[in-house]
């Protein structure tokens, strides 16, 4: 079973910064190059939503549009980690931000359908993201 642990959440004042990170660990012989890999959030009374997804080899990567051009995603392979660099943070981004692993999908799907989403069976348990003043 792969494990996804993400940290780097917390509170921040609105047009501030973090980075998220997901680490991965699982069983022998795992690779985490063959994952692709999505950050997903979910707030209150809302649906969780996909927020960036990246390919396996990290030459593919989606945004929500909500999120273009503030946040971006990043993967170390070497280190079993993929990263989410958030700038300009608004409180519309507050939520629990998750980090999800899969195999086999693309990151369009993956992030932005729910046939994707449903077929995702690692997931973090999550990291609080609050934007407030």
């Known amino acids: 079973q792969l494990q996804l642990v993400e940290s780097g959440g917390g509170l921040v004042q609105p047009g501030g910064s973090l980075r998220l990170s997901c680490a991965a660990s699982g069983f022998s012989g795992f690779t985490w190059d063959y994952y692709a890999v999505g950050w997903f959030r979910q707030a209150p009374g809302k649906e969780r939503e996909g927020v960036s997804c990246i390919s396996s080899s990290g030459g593919w990567i989606n945004y929500a549009d909500s999120v273009k051009g503030r946040f971006t995603i990043s993967r170390d392979n070497a280190k079993n980690t993929v990263y989410l660099q958030m700038n300009s943070l608004k409180p519309e981004d507050t939520a629990v931000y998750y980090c999800?692993?899969?195999?086999?999908?693309?990151?369009?799907?993956?992030?932005?359908?729910?046939?994707?989403?449903?077929?995702?069976?690692?997931w973090g348990q999550g990291t609080q993201v609050t934007v407030s003043s």
């Open positions: 999800a692993a899969d195999r086999g999908s693309t990151v369009q799907a993956m992030c932005f359908t729910a046939s994707g989403r449903n077929r995702i069976r690692s």
